[in-house]
């Protein structure tokens, strides 16, 4: 190799001021470390999907990814102890007369070890069988003094209506029954940093979310959501979840994947006070967002009243009112005529989501060299 292969990337005092950068070797990215008087120059996409090494921190000789902390040995572009062999490639440098010069082709290859798929990472295909239908209740309460939940209660009413009437498999998850992580925005880092399985999933393997993936993604084709209004929108539990399956919309935006075709949802929302047209106009932009389709009437909803205070009347009322109970099982009978029609292959077929009108953008994931 001659000398006018080596790239004059800087001046090394000016660039040892930063312990780790991200610089251009002609059109790839690297990540240029500098610790105890030495440079250290690895490529810089990681290994995992592709996150900004140079734009990472370095912890002692290891770059770490900003995305999801990867770490990777910032002269060799081995992996940390035990995962040596998952390495991005390193190029030589030198400082000559002032300047970094760096070597214009990597002297080591990159090498991906075989990671264990996560269980959400698989096939979408339904399991055959007859439609499925899952409730979803996002309302709160102390499960060793419990409390009579209206919107829990109706939504009992519609599950068993499925299983009475339709003969179909039902059941029902309470969100408060799940432990799972809030939303640490991945997102906010790069759409790129919001994986499919979420990137929480992916860390901590046993997240409570992980039921609700589960639910949404491969089983239920009717999703019934329920949840109290809580200072005019739906409960605090139930935003913990919707900002968690950014990680489902994110598919559509990446990769043009529509990962809930032919799912039907449905809500049902009851407060002692009002707001009900917002938080179900919320829930029915956030679900359709999502994919989601709707019968007519996609919701059923109680409140007593602006004025009203007396919640125990409230309770009282929705117990033994035969008219909300039936609305939710007749709401129920609308989301699975539409899961039926939709499981006949009535549902166009289509090639995108509308979101945006501008279209999917495609500029791929980040460069690997
Ligand atoms: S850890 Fe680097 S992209 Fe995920």
């Known amino acids: 190799m001659g000398d006018e292969q080596w790239l004059d990337i800087g001046d090394a005092g000016q660039l040892a001021q930063q312990p780790l950068q991200q610089v251009m070797i002609g059109k790839t990215k690297a990540a240029l470390s500098y610790a105890n008087g030495q440079f250290g120059v690895i490529n810089g996409s990681c290994n995992h999907v592709g996150g900004p090494l140079g734009l990472g921190t370095l912890e002692g000789d290891y770059v770490t990814c900003p995305w999801h902390h990867w770490k990777f040995h910032r002269i060799t ?45 698989r096939d979408l295909k339904r399991a055959p069988g007859p439609l499925r239908v899952w409730g979803l209740s996002t309302t709160i309460m102390d499960d060793a003094h419990p409390r009579y939940s209206t919107s829990e209660a109706l939504l009992q009413s519609a599950l068993e209506h499925a299983g009475a009437k339709h003969a179909l498999e039902f059941r029902m998850t309470k969100l408060r029954a799940l432990d799972f992580r809030a939303c640490e925005g991945y997102y906010s880092k790069s759409a790129y940093a919001c994986t499919w399985p979420c990137s929480i999933s992916q860390v901590h393997h046993h997240d409570g979310m992980n039921e609700v993936y589960e639910n949404l993604v491969f089983w239920a084709d009717v999703i019934l959501v329920a949840t109290p209004i809580r200072w005019g929108v739906a409960s605090s539990l139930y ?54 389709q709707f019968p007519q009437f996609p919701y059923i909803a109680h409140s007593r009243g602006w004025t009203a205070e007396d919640m125990e ?41 509308g979101r945006k009108a501008a279209g999917v953008e495609r500029r791929g994931p980040p460069a690997s060299g």
Request: proline fraction near 5%.
């Open 77 to 121: 572009g081995e992996g940390e102890p035990g995962y040596e062999a998952d390495r991005v490639p390193r190029y030589e440098c030198k400082v000559e007369g002032g300047r970094l010069l760096v070597r214009d082709a990597p002297a080591s290859t990159r090498n991906r070890l075989p990671h264990a798929k996560h269980p959400l990472d």
């Open 239 to 292: 935003f913990k979840m919707a900002e968690r399956l950014n990680t489902v919309q994110n598919q559509i935006t990446l990769r043009n994947r529509v990962m809930l075709k032919d799912k039907v949802a449905g809500f049902i929302i009851t407060g002692g006070q009002d707001n009900i047209q917002a938080v179900a106009g919320q829930m029915l932009q956030f679900f359709g967002e999502l994919g989601l």
């Open 313 to 353: 009347r409230n309770v009282e009322i929705v117990q033994h009112s035969r008219q909300l109970h039936d609305g939710a099982r007749a709401l129920l009978d609308r989301c699975v005529d539409l899961a039926a029609r939709l499981a006949v292959g009535a549902a166009p077929p289509f090639e995108r989501a």
